[in-house]
């Protein structure tokens, strides 16, 4: 339901905005995180909590609108936390297309919620009654009640993520969204990172990049960390180059002042949009760098793969290089998709080719595929049969599952969400491998060069 797209400050202002509203303990900030996927706001069994109006985003139906919680409305309360409150509820309905309004099912409709219901009738936009704590059927029923405000009911659990479906399904047919540019989103500035164990060369290559390049340099101290950050701009780009310290293996970490540093690198990955993972190639692959570059994938960066010292290594042949890569490979077959480049910091062998290669990374992972290139997509490689297989994607339950159709629903890294259908009620799921398929031919029609790619499956089942 939510994808936690990223979006930038120029577009989420044109995105549709839904509101929230509702006397006091019903539930809203409940059905707010629900819905966005998140806990921006706190949910408690005191009335009250929410006062001002907190804002979020919900993706559904590969669209994306904007989600606003606010306070417990009581209309004629003239305290002065109550009328602010009611101010900023005010201001959320007066901005909104559409609006949810909260009840509790179990209570039934009570003289507040009439007052309220007075109140919207004159807004003059589409309202949805949504009849919260809705987990019996009996509790259900009893909620028709409702009914006799004139607006649309729809009984839901905001805590069990009962009827979501279907208030989401009614919200999104009185949205009106704005058409989006099929075109790859403009990035300014590439944040990259430098990852890897202590001593394999990180600060070497980095100085290395900053020396051998005709370019804007400028040093910039972090606002909340301690790490010096380094701009530069290369042929027009401009690159943030972000230094971090050495990741031990957890066993070694004793010292605070080395955990903190884990802390921090791990920060750093979360700004990055492109990560190096550097590997000694005198030392060989340790599973430490696995699990770097495990902290990579999970904060959404591109990466590369840069086997320092390479001029350390005695006796070269002429498959040196690519048995290395290959030993590389078998222990790290999660990266099969991240190029490998040997390297040397200290000469700076083939260190000018890093600064093109994260370049020509950024701008696949914000590679937004065209809606009808996706279905051109499907039709060729999911909806046909596939070579020396069929063409139905069994689950992990051996439950047979239809896969309907496909969808781009977020850039860095890139989002797809695949609906499917059929099965015993959605238990089980696609098969991990028919899942991989998918991923390989999606890297391989589209050039998604070195950066991860998300799949996301959503199960439709019947309605009863």
């Known amino acids: 339901m939510s994808a936690k797209p990223v979006l930038s400050k120029l577009n989420i202002m044109n995105l549709p905005l839904v509101a929230i509203i509702g006397r006091p303990n019903v539930g809203k900030s ?3 995180n629900r819905l966005t996927g998140s806990r921006k706001s706190i949910v408690g069994d005191e009335p009250g909590i929410t006062r001002d109006r907190i804002y979020g985003e919900v993706e559904w139906k590969a669209k994306i609108f904007r989600l606003v919680d606010t306070g417990g409305i009581v209309p004629d309360d003239e305290a002065i936390i109550a009328a602010n409150i ?3 509820a005010s201001h959320a309905i007066a901005e909104a297309q559409a609006i949810i309004w909260v009840v509790d099912a179990r209570a039934g409709a009570i003289p507040l919620d009439e007052d309220i219901g007075v109140l919207l009738r ?6 949805f009654i ?5 987990e019996t059927k009996k509790v259900e029923e009893e909620a028709a009640e409702f009914y006799q405000f004139g607006f649309e009911l729809l009984p839901v659990s905001a805590e069990h993520g009962n009827g979501m479906g279907d208030l989401l399904d009614e919200i999104f047919e009185v949205l009106t969204f704005e058409e989006e540019a099929a075109e790859e989103v403009e990035q300014d500035e590439i944040k990259l990172a430098i990852i890897g164990r202590p001593n394999v060369g990180k600060s070497s290559l980095l100085n290395k990049i900053l020396g051998e390049e005709r370019v804007i ?3 910039i101290a972090g606002t909340t960390r301690d790490a010096i950050d380094t701009e530069l701009t290369v042929d027009g780009q401009k690159f943030l180059l972000i230094d971090t310290a050495g990741i031990r293996r957890k066993g070694k970490t004793t010292e605070m002042s080395e955990k903190l540093s884990i802390i921090m690198a791990r920060k750093a990955l979360e700004r990055a949009h492109v990560a190096i993972l550097v590997i000694d190639a005198v030392e060989g692959f340790a599973n430490t760098d696995a699990n770097i570059a495990g902290y990579a994938l999970d904060s959404g960066c591109s990466l ?5 010292k390479w001029d350390a290594i005695e006796e070269k042949e002429t498959n040196t290089a690519n048995d290395f890569e290959k030993n590389l490979r078998y222990k790290m077959k999660f990266l099969d998709w991240s190029p490998i480049l040997t390297i040397s910091a200290l000469t700076g062998q083939r260190v000018n080719k890093i ?9 696949a992972r914000n590679l937004r595929v065209s809606t009808s290139k996706l279905n051109d997509f499907f039709e060729q490689t999911v909806a046909q049969p596939r070579v020396g297989g069929g ?3 069994g689950s992990g339950g051996n439950v047979r599952l239809h896969v309907q159709y496909m969808t781009q629903a977020g850039i860095r890294p890139p989002l797809f969400v695949i609906f499917t259908s059929g099965g015993a009620g959605g238990k089980g799921g696609l098969h991990f491998s028919y899942l991989r398929y998918i991923e390989n031919q999606l890297r391989e029609k589209f050039d998604f060069f070195a950066t991860p790619i998300r799949l996301k499956e959503k199960h439709k089942t019947k309605k009863r």
């Open 217 to 219: 340099v400028s040093p």
């Open 130 to 134: 949504a009849a919260n704590k809705a």
């Open 122 to 127: 004159n807004v003059g936009k589409p309202i």
């Open 30 to 32: 409940t059905l707010f």
């Open 355 to 363: 600064l093109p290669i994260v370049r020509k990374a950024s701008e």
């Open 304 to 308: 590369i793969i840069a086997v320092n």
């Open 391 to 393: 063409t139905a994607p």
């Open 86 to 88: 009611f101010k900023q």
